[in-house]
Structure formats: C-alpha cells, structure tokens
C-alpha cells in the first residue's frame, strides 16, 4: 500500500463514519482529498469564487499620510498566503484551494503530502501571539446587510506553517457554518451563494490576504451545485 492509498483508507473511514451510504458522489468528491482526485475537468467549474463585499474587507491605508513612516507591522499588509494542491494533482486542481472539510478532518500527515508549500512558514515577517481570521459570505443583492461578517482570533507564532494555518481556518470556518445552520445565510430559496446544509463540505480554501497588520480575509471557493444539476 503507497502513501496515497494509505490517505485514502483513513479518510474513507473517516467519511463513511460522518455520511451515510448515498447515490450522489458529489459531497464526498468536493470534499476529501480522495474525492478531489476524482473530479473532471468540467465538474470543478461549479466551484465559484464566493464574493467579498468591498465596505467588510477593512484595511483600506490609501489614505496613510506620505510623509508618515510605514512600520514593520504596516509594511506587510497585502500579504497573500495561497492554499493548492501540489505537482501531483492534476493541473485543473490546482490554484483551486484545498477542501475545508479535509484540512480539518484529514490528517496533518496526510496533508502534508498534498498542500504545495505545506511546511513553509508564513508568518515570519511580524512577531504576532495572534490574529483575527475572518470570512465574508454574501447575501442577495438588495439586501441589508450586505453580507455577513464572522471573525476569531486565533494563536500564533512566527514558526506556524502554511498548513498548520489552514487547519486553523478551518476550526473557525466549520464554527462560522455552524452559527449559520438557521440564519437567513441558510434559509434563502433561490440564491447561488445560499449557505446549503452541506456547505461544509462544498468550500475550499484558497487564499489569506492580510488587510490589517493582525487581520486576514479568507478568499474561498464553493461548490454551488452539483455538476449534474
């Protein structure tokens, strides 16, 4: 048995044991790192940007006097911190992001087998304890407010890693869906960005960008529908 089936043996238990037997692939397909490997090129189309609300990304130093001094803190805002799948998925997987639902299943082992940079450290350029992670997921056009805005703080150092973050993201993210189960996020019947009851399992993670000196926005991609609908 090879490393790769190694991952899917464990993570296969892991799933069967969450899901009940079902006809439709797709939960688990865009969800696992095995059912990652299973998608065509025309199904991950349905993952879809999910929109950020320009008035919630904060951090806006456009304004910041010229003849004031950046600090060190100041100087990294901007920073991105990419999230893919490496030179062994196929080429349409990459620059997709990584599921959500196996950065906080799967195991770190595991993991580390398949995120591109997995064991680079990302926050080595301001000493932090910690910073706030934050997702914005929109409602419908119209609506008031325009979108919902969740954040932690989280711990960190200057020896976390790419992946090591991520995992953490994901313990916040999977709290952020769980507060949502019966918000209007949920209850909306015809909206491409409804937070489904599966949602969970239809995010994946691709990028961090740092737009405060402690504070970084998720970018997320989501399954919206399955392929066949």
């Known amino acids: 048995m090879d490393d790769w089936d190694m991952i899917f043996e464990g993570e296969t238990r892991l799933y069967q044991s969450l899901f009940p037997e079902t006809e439709n692939k797709y939960p688990r397909a865009f969800s696992t790192i095995e059912g990652a490997t299973t998608l065509t090129e025309s199904e991950v189309q349905v993952l879809k940007p999910v929109p950020r609300d320009a008035r919630h990304v904060g951090g806006d130093h456009s304004q910041r006097a010229v003849d004031r001094p950046m600090t060190r803190s100041q100087a990294v805002v901007g920073q991105k911190i990419e999230f893919s799948f490496n030179r062994n998925a196929r080429p349409f997987l990459r620059q997709r992001g990584i599921p959500m639902y196996a950065l906080l299943c799967a195991s770190a082992a595991a993991l580390h087998r398949i995120v591109l940079g997995a064991r680079t450290k990302v926050l080595t350029n301001v000493a932090l304890r910690r910073i706030r992670i934050r997702f914005v997921w929109p409602h419908p056009a119209g609506y008031e407010p325009a979108a919902e805005v969740y954040e932690e ?77």
């Open 153 to 229: 703080w989280v711990p960190v150092n200057d020896r976390l890693t790419r992946l090591q973050l991520a995992m953490l993201v994901a313990q916040v993210f999977n709290r952020f869906v769980e507060q949502q189960r019966t918000s209007r996020l949920s209850n909306y019947e015809v909206f491409e960005f409804r937070l489904r009851q599966d949602a969970f399992y239809r995010v994946w993670l691709v990028r961090l960008e740092r737009v405060e000196s402690n504070l970084f926005i998720a970018d997320l991609n989501y399954a919206v529908s399955d392929p066949d609908e």
